[in-house]
């Protein structure tokens, strides 16, 4: 098992900055499994949950349209951490966001497991 405990959330105004964190623990790495991509989501009520950004364990990025140039991702591999630089918010960037997790498990088959964090507020202030 994997547990995310995520950081970082709160209230800021248009134009401002946060940083949030997302900390992987368990059974993270070792000869039977290894993880692999990280990422964020976030979800407004009513609408279903979106991309934000995913960083594969080398290091790829690929981001939402909607955040290019905004927002960087990036992961700490030791620390099993990846971090979401958000700047420049707007308003609509509102929304809860949730840390995103994939483990590859070296059995036969190899199987993927995908765990999610339990979610941080963030609110952008117009």
């Known amino acids: 098992q994997v547990q995310l405990v995520e950081s970082g959330g709160g209230l800021v105004q248009a134009g401002g900055s946060l940083r949030l964190s997302c900390a992987a623990s368990?059974?993270?790495?070792?000869?039977?499994?290894?993880?692999?991509?990280m990422g964020w989501y976030r979800q407004v009520p009513g609408k279903q949950r979106e991309l934000v950004a995913v960083?594969?364990?080398?290091?790829?990025?690929n981001y939402a349209d909607s955040v290019k140039g905004r927002f960087t991702i990036s992961r700490d591999n030791a620390k099993n951490t990846v971090y979401l630089q958000m700047n420049s918010l707007k308003p609509e960037d509102t929304a809860v966001y949730y840390c995103n997790v994939h483990k590859v498990v070296f059995t036969t088959p190899v199987t993927e497991n995908v765990y999610w964090g339990q979610g941080t507020q963030v609110t952008v202030s117009s």
């Open positions: 368990g059974s993270t790495s070792g000869s039977t499994a290894s993880i692999t991509a």
């Open positions: 960083i594969s364990a080398g290091g790829s990025t």
